[in-house]
């Protein structure tokens, strides 16, 4: 399996908690990294200072693509990929229809995370799983799946969200569908929208023509969530 790069305390914080294969963790002051595990995440503190390595400050600048003020950067194994449809199905799913900011991928990973959807499910060229992916995600890639694949599952409803659409109700968004978004410049693809079982809009002021990505996700997933 291909190796990632966690860069900073939070991403591995969460790496740690929700079982990532860790090969190494390196610090650069062991005694700062104590103190922000014992304050900030003591769960999993004596394993993070277990596995730390301590290096140099120079040393820990050439790890990561982005050397992390807290002094914290690990080593993982990406898990391996998976078909879409075996997602679990008491959850939403979230499709990214051909993303283009890696940063608000990871976002939106965040709050899949948070929301404890299924999974989310990445179409287009950029990988996922790249570090700015990561960065935007704070280590919750491995919270839940996150895959890369040129469509949505084939074998749930599909809800795609479009400014033009019905207003969105979650009361009638049946178990288990899958949450389609399109990118800020272009929305979704004609092709995904026809696809779709149903279209609809998340209310927005008038003269306020979109929302971010991550926003638009976090919203559709927190009405759900509430809504149940």
Request: glycine residues 6%.
């Amino acid at each position: 399996m291909p190796e990632v790069v966690l860069e900073g305390f939070h991403a591995v914080k969460h790496a740690l908690r929700f079982g990532a294969e860790l090969e190494r963790v390196c610090v650069v002051d062991r005694a700062a990294v104590a103190d922000l595990a014992a304050r900030l995440a003591p769960d999993v503190a004596a394993e993070l200072l277990d596995r730390a390595e301590d290096v140099s400050a120079e040393a820990f600048r050439a790890l990561a693509p982005r050397a992390a003020r807290t002094g914290v950067a690990a080593v993982a194994r990406r898990p391996p990929d998976r078909a879409p449809e075996t997602l679990r199905r008491d959850a939403p799913v979230v499709f990214l229809e051909a993303p283009q900011d890696l940063g608000n991928l990871g976002a939106c990973v965040r709050v899949a995370a948070a929301a404890d959807a299924a999974g989310v499910v990445v179409s287009g060229e950029k990988d996922p799983w790249a570090p700015e992916a990561l960065r935007g995600s704070a280590g919750l890639h491995f919270a839940l799946p996150v895959l890369h694949a040129g469509a949505p599952p084939a074998d749930r409803p599909l809800v795609a969200f479009d400014p033009a659409g019905a207003p969105f109700d979650p009361r009638a968004t049946p178990p288990g569908a899958t949450f389609a978004f399109g990118t800020e410049r272009d929305g979704l693809s004609d092709a995904l929208k026809t696809a779709a079982d149903a279209v609809v809009a998340l209310p927005m002021r008038e003269k306020v023509s979109s929302l971010n990505l991550a926003t638009s996700v976090s919203a559709a997933l927190y009405a759900l969530k509430l809504a149940r």
